[in-house]
């Protein structure tokens, strides 16, 4: 097995060092990426739990003892299993901290962000291009190198699950807009933020959006055109998935309904249940 406290080069300019962060089971780990050559950035200071701060702090110190220039952190979005060691790491290394305008401002009473990257945006001194991709999250971007790299934050996960939470800023329909985009790219190689590199990258954004749309079917195919509840539609429409946590089945079944609601295919009622409209 890999050992999980080296750095590891993933691509050209670009390594990554897993870190242990409080994400979502079952995966345990949050990369932090190094990217660049002599001036380089931190994508996902990720690590809220001091020694795990200190094993990217160390890996910094080296470089920039051996004469590179670290120029910034960058967090993907604003989830704490990205976000947790930014400020630390911003203060112990004097640099800002980068993130798309819809990040800053849910981080406003968490973290500083000091400098803001909208979609095209290059990353000061670097051949490195954000992609605004909202879906996971509103202000999630992802980091596209001229070499055909792509750093994707959450859109994908070689390792877990990623979770469409409509509670925190989580929209389906945007997701899978996103998944489109990035395939449209055709990238060579994802870097996740959770787990190993992914190489069949267009296969895999294209199996996302196939999985989701055919779990989006069996959503619609639990409601009934009597009204009903949340946990009775994502029961029927995870049947297929018994050990699946229920906060995890009923946040995804929540997003698809919203997204179902939204092309006109079910009603969404006052008292929070959910119905079928007419099938022609
Ligand atoms: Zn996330
Ligand atoms: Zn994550």
Same mark, same amino acid.
């Given at each position: ?12 300019? /670009? ?11 079952? @995966?345990?780990?949050?990369?932090? =990426?190094?990217? *660049?050559?002599?001036?380089?950035? /931190? ?28 120029? *910034? ?7 704490? #299993? ?21 990040? $800053? ?21 670097? #051949?490195? $291009? ?23 934050? #959450? +859109? /994908? ?11 925190? *800023?989580?929209? +389906?329909?945007? =997701? ?22 992914? #190489? ?7 199996? =996302? ?24 539609? @994502?029961?029927?429409? =995870? ?42």
């Amino acid at each position: 097995m890999r050992d999980e406290t080296e750095i590891e080069a993933v691509g050209e300019a /670009v390594s990554r060092l897993a870190l242990r962060t409080p994400t979502l089971p079952p @995966a345990t780990h949050t990369n932090s =990426y190094f990217v *660049g050559l002599r001036a380089f950035y /931190v994508v996902e200071p990720a690590s809220p739990w001091p020694e795990e701060q200190q094993r990217l702090h160390d890996a910094v110190a080296r470089r920039i003892a051996a004469g590179d220039t670290l120029l *910034g952190a960058v967090v993907t979005h604003h989830h704490g #299993d990205h976000v947790g060691g930014a400020a630390e790491f911003c203060a112990r290394f004097a640099v800002p901290l980068f993130a798309h305008p819809l990040t $800053r401002d849910r981080l406003a009473d968490r973290v500083a962000v000091d400098r803001t990257l909208d979609d095209g945006a290059v990353l000061p001194g670097l #051949d490195v $291009r954000a992609l605004h991709t909202p879906g996971h999250a509103p202000g999630h971007l992802c980091f596209a190198h001229a070499s055909g790299w792509m750093i994707v934050g #959450d +859109m /994908v996960a070689s390792e877990g699950t990623i979770l469409i939470d409509t509670s925190d *800023g989580g929209d +389906m329909h945007a =997701y899978l807009t996103q998944l489109e985009r990035l395939a449209s790219l055709a990238p060579a190689r994802l870097l996740p933020a959770h787990g190993a590199p992914i #190489d069949d990258a267009v296969a895999r954004l294209r199996f =996302y959006i196939a999985h989701r749309l055919a779990r989006e079917a069996r959503v619609l195919d639990a409601v009934t055109d009597e009204p009903c509840a949340l946990d009775a539609i @994502a029961a029927r429409a =995870y049947a297929d998935s018994p050990h699946a946590p229920v906060f995890l089945t009923e946040r995804s079944a929540h997003a698809h309904l919203v997204r179902l609601a939204s092309h006109g295919h079910i009603t969404h009622h006052g008292d929070g249940r959910w119905s079928r409209n007419g099938r022609a």
